[in-house]
């Protein structure tokens, strides 16, 4: 999409706009640490794809997974920051040139719940 970011999560955490969680739309990201509420340190970043559900890397797997906070609570409680790479404009342009979001795989649901494509993607989460 031709936007630069930095190479690591800690890094990409300090540029891009500040977003509230309850405000996260398509493409946001989400960066998180420790569940020590003290502790600022970043050590992980997602990807939100809306409803409540967000993509990440899985390390151990070597893979993509589609999480949902309401599924995974735990996850909320190691939000740090949310940060905005593309406006929304630029978002619906980059969307309206590549079309529907094709369905994503994912080949277990140990630590997840797999993205269905009946799932909308609302403009922010519902309140």
Same mark, same amino acid.
């Given at each position: 999409? /031709? ?7 800690? *890094?990409?955490? $300090?540029?891009?706009? =500040?977003?509230?969680?309850?405000? @996260? ?7 998180? /640490?420790?569940? =020590?509420? $003290? ?6 970043? %997602?990807?939100? @794809? ?11 797997? +070597?893979?993509?997974?589609?999480? &949902?906070?309401?599924? *995974? ?7 740090? !920051?949310?940060?905005?790479? @593309?406006?929304?404009? *630029?978002? *619906? @342009?980059?969307?309206?040139?590549? /079309? +529907? !979001? ?8 140990? =630590? ?5 494509? %009946?799932?909308?993607?609302? &403009?922010?989460?519902?309140?």
């Amino acid at each position: 999409m /031709g936007v630069p970011i930095p190479r690591v999560a800690r *890094e990409q955490a $300090k540029v891009g706009k =500040y977003v509230k969680f309850k405000d @996260l739309i398509y493409g946001d990201l989400i960066f998180f /640490g420790s569940t =020590y509420y $003290k502790s600022r340190r970043i050590n992980h970043v %997602g990807i939100y @794809l809306g409803n409540g559900w967000f993509a990440q890397a899985s390390s151990k797997d +070597k893979k993509v997974i589609y999480t &949902n906070f309401k599924n *995974e609570p735990r996850y909320r409680k190691r939000v740090k !920051i949310c940060r905005r790479y @593309l406006s929304k404009n *630029e978002r *619906e @342009l980059y969307m309206t040139c590549h /079309g +529907k !979001i094709n369905r994503a795989k994912t080949t277990t649901t140990k =630590y997840t719940t797999p993205w269905q494509t %009946g799932m909308k993607v609302p &403009n922010k989460i519902p309140r």
